[in-house]
């Protein structure tokens, strides 16, 4: 990881504008790249998806943008017309991604969802003007706008996934930033009980004050979904979210032939505990991201239960008129999960710090220097 | 509780949660929660105002998914494949994604390209670091022990891979390197001894 000199994008189609990126952030999600498990990650590539910043150029065809403008940028790239887009699936676009038919366009995020070059820089080709960035309204603080283009949007639409009904118990595993919104997401959507596990105690701090959860550290008990199955009277959660994904600790095997020798997508530890944890008939949302290659799911387990699991990339822009009105009614307060803000000149410390999880790190922004 | 009918009771009424979570319930009608239910047709094609968009040049032979009837009207040519890993990517591409081979030689291309461009990285005045590239310097700055130490983290137990992972073919590469020259300085020394080389 390290900053080089590129030259500023250029507008490769009518529809394109170029925006100058003002506070990009990292992601979780960052990190699978990082550590070489998302497939066909070119050396030279310019991670990056949660990104805002100013109109700096638009393309002949672009007609809901002007120069000048604020934008922030959902971490998706679609086009508006697809049967996907078409239905709402912007994260599912057919029109952006020829490398895969299996996941959409994401920026920064390997040539697997499309090659396109991400926002942890100074400029970016922002495909699909028209459709894709939106006006950052006057009264949002950056902060909070950045953290829509993914981590917020992406743990709200978790809690949907959940089909949450008044009353249900929902235990989230992963306090970081997509974990912690889905928490506060699953109180929003009438929870009755929510319940974070994570392993690190800064975050599941955070899980107690900015989400309401009751929290357990995995670590301190021998078998997690042992003790979900006690606290439950023994009947299991009614919802779980995987707000984990592939490189789940917990279990050393499943972590390093996923994590490290990249033998499966990804470590399903998470997703197994999930799996284990809830009732029957009960359903799964699955936020964590895993590789393209199989993992070793307890799929026997999730079928003779009768689960429903329900998963996606989040399909942003769907969700920011809603979101909107949660943060303006200060029902979610994304700005409150960043802990450290890193120059851009600085970005290998960054990820180092984020993927080792020092100085009580939760949520990274990266400040451009031009910016 | 579970071996009756009844579901294990909730401590807090709903008026409790309310009081305590400022936001309780305002999406509990599913009509709030903007992705429920998963397919809803967008009117106003979000802003689009084409039914299949114009298509940007394909400059290059653009690699693609053979599970795409065509190459999709916008794309990314943010690293065109090149060299041995461009090779192997192109060949991969040949593959269906439901094809193990198709990500196993991608990923394999990956470290190909990786190792590629350190070597390419010797000459320019730039090499690479693996010591600033990695971010280490973090550990001493922003408190590596004492975010890891005390703190019944399971990651510990694995960290200790990372340097030998990422560490290991850089001090490989460096062994290949030194004796490489070991062997040329001393067949050199030879031809300096008495004029010609040796021969057995
Ligand atoms: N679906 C989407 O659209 C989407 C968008 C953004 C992120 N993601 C994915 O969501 C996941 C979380 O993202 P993030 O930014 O919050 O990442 P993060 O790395 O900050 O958080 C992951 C958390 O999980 C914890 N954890 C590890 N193993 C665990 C286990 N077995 N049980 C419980 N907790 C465990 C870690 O300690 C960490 O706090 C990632 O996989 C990311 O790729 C998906
Ligand atoms: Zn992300
Ligand atoms: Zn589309």
């Known amino acids: ?371 | 509780m579970t071996y009756t009918p009844h579901k294990p009771p909730i401590a807090e009424s709903p008026d409790e949660l309310r009081k305590r979570i400022p936001g309780w319930g305002v999406d509990l009608d599913a009509k709030d929660r903007p992705s429920v239910p998963k397919l809803q047709f967008q009117e106003d094609f979000t802003g689009a105002h084409w039914e299949f968009p114009e298509r940007q040049p394909e400059k290059y032979p653009r690699e693609r998914s053979v599970e795409h009837g065509m190459l999709t009207p916008v794309f990314g040519i943010a690293q065109p494949p090149s060299g041995v890993a461009g090779a192997i990517r192109r060949y991969a591409y040949t593959y269906s994604e439901g094809r193990t081979a198709h990500w196993l030689l991608l990923i394999a291309a990956d470290r190909v390209d990786a190792w590629e461009h350190h070597l390419k990285s010797f000459l320019t005045l730039r090499p690479d670091n693996p010591i600033t590239e990695t971010g280490v310097k973090a550990e001493f700055t922003h408190n590596g022990l004492s975010s890891r130490f005390g703190q019944n983290r399971a990651d510990v137990k694995h960290q200790w891979l990372d340097p030998v992972i990422v560490g290991g073919p850089w001090i490989a590469a460096a062994g290949i390197v030194y004796s490489g020259a070991r062997s040329v300085a001393r067949s050199l020394s030879l031809v300096g001894s008495d004029g010609h080389r040796q021969v057995h």
């Not at chain 1, 239905?87 to 895969?100: F, I, T």
């Not at chain 1, 820089?121 to 009264?139: C, H, L, M, Q």
């Not at chain 1, 959660?237 to 499966?264: C, P, R, Y």
């Open chain 1, 1 to 371: 990881m390290r900053v080089e000199e590129k030259d500023r994008p250029k507008t490769e189609h009518p529809n394109d504008a170029i925006v100058r990126v003002q506070l990009a952030a990292i992601c979780g999600s960052d990190l699978h790249p990082h550590h070489g498990m998302m497939p066909d990650t070119r050396i030279g590539h310019t991670f990056g998806h949660e990104f805002i910043g100013v109109v700096d150029e638009v393309g002949s065809s672009v007609r809901n943008l002007s120069v000048g403008d604020r934008v922030m940028v959902p971490f998706n790239i679609f086009c508006g017309t697809c049967w996907y887009c078409a239905r709402g699936l912007y994260s599912n676009c057919h029109n952006v991604n020829p490398n895969a038919t299996a996941v959409g366009g994401i920026y920064g995020y390997s040539h697997t969802t499309g090659g396109y070059d991400g926002g942890q820089a100074e400029f970016v080709r922002v495909p699909f003007a028209d459709v894709g960035p939106s006006t950052i309204p006057d009264w949002m603080s950056d902060e909070d706008a950045v953290l829509l283009t993914d981590a917020t949007a992406t743990g709200y639409f978790g809690a949907q996934l959940g089909d949450i009904v008044e009353g249900d118990v929902v235990i989230v595993f992963g306090a970081g930033p997509v974990g912690l919104i889905a928490a506060k997401s699953a109180w929003l959507m009438g929870a009755g009980r929510v319940i974070v596990i994570d392993h690190l105690e800064h975050r599941l701090e955070k899980a107690r004050t900015f989400a309401h959860a009751e929290t357990y550290n995995f670590t301190e008990y021998g078998d997690i979904v042992l003790e979900m199955k006690k606290t439950t009277d023994w009947l299991g959660a009614d919802v779980a979210i995987d707000a984990v994904g592939a490189e789940a600790d917990g279990n050393f095997t499943q972590h390093v032939t996923s994590a490290k020798f990249k033998l499966q997508g990804g470590s399903p530890v998470a997703l197994n505990w999930a799996i284990d944890s809830v009732r029957k008939g009960a359903t799964i949302s699955v936020m964590g991201a895993y590789g393209p290659l199989f993992s070793a799911v307890k799929f026997g387990d999730a079928m003779n239960k009768g689960l429903t699991i329900h998963t996606n990339r989040a399909p942003v822009k769907r969700q920011w008129p809603r979101l909107f009105e949660h943060v303006r009614n200060g029902y979610l307060k994304p700005s409150e999960l960043v802990t450290h803000r890193i120059p851009l000149d600085d970005i290998a410390e960054g990820y180092h710090m984020f993927s080792a999880k020092l100085d009580g790190m939760i949520k990274p922004l990266v400040v451009p220097s031009a910016a």
